[in-house]
């Protein structure tokens, strides 16, 4: 927030949901020297309800955790995105960049359709029992054909939970009548 020359164009978004692993807490800021931006985000925060008391108690109480913790989740994190990026990658015909700095990969899949391959695990496939639910890449372009092939997988889960997830996505992939090969 301190670079020479650029103090209006600097801002700074932060949210407990992102930095604590508090999915779905309404809680952050947004801080900026541009006095503007600052006024237009505030009428934009009063037009809105404030966070559920619990999610402000949740809040604090993040706030308040030791950097033990901070570093435990860090790690935690880094141990479920380098085991997943591995395993994706070890799929033949998937390509998965290495992500930096979130909590999900973007994956290319050899599949004609990521959509339509989305919804056929959900509804026509099952692997011991259980199947993937995954995120269509192309609601995360502003031109959908540039995620066609592609989806989004968060690594929140257990490695144990993340390792029967991508056995699953294997064995879907080998069976889907819309495979790449």
């Not at 978004?13 to 931006?37: F, H, M, P, Q, W």
């Not at 955790?65 to 570093?71: D, K, P, Q, T, V």
């Not at 390792?163 to 090969?181: E, R």
Request: glycine fraction near 8%.
């Amino acid at each position: 927030m301190k670079l020479e020359g650029l103090e209006q164009n600097l801002i700074m978004i932060d949210s407990v949901s992102k930095r604590y692993s508090a999915t779905g807490l309404r809680v952050g800021l947004i801080a900026s020297r541009n006095r503007e931006l600052v006024q237009t985000a505030l009428k934009f925060g009063q037009a809105r309800l404030c966070p559920p008391n619990i999610g402000q108690l949740a809040a604090e109480a993040a706030l308040n955790s030791s950097g033990e913790y901070l570093e435990y989740v860090y790690n935690s994190f880094l141990e479920r995105r380098n085991f997943i990026v591995h395993a994706l990658r070890s799929i033949e015909g998937v390509l998965c960049p290495l992500p930096r700095g979130a909590f999900y990969v973007m994956v290319r899949l050899p599949v004609d359709d990521a959509e339509k391959f989305t919804m056929w695990m959900l509804s026509d496939f099952e692997y011991k029992n259980q199947t993937v639910m995954l995120a269509p890449g192309s609601g995360f372009y502003s031109n959908p054909e540039l995620g066609r092939q592609e989806v989004r997988i968060a690594y929140v889960l257990s490695p144990e939970s993340l390792k029967q997830a991508m056995d699953c996505l294997k064995f879907g992939l080998q069976a889907y009548p819309g495979s790449i090969t």
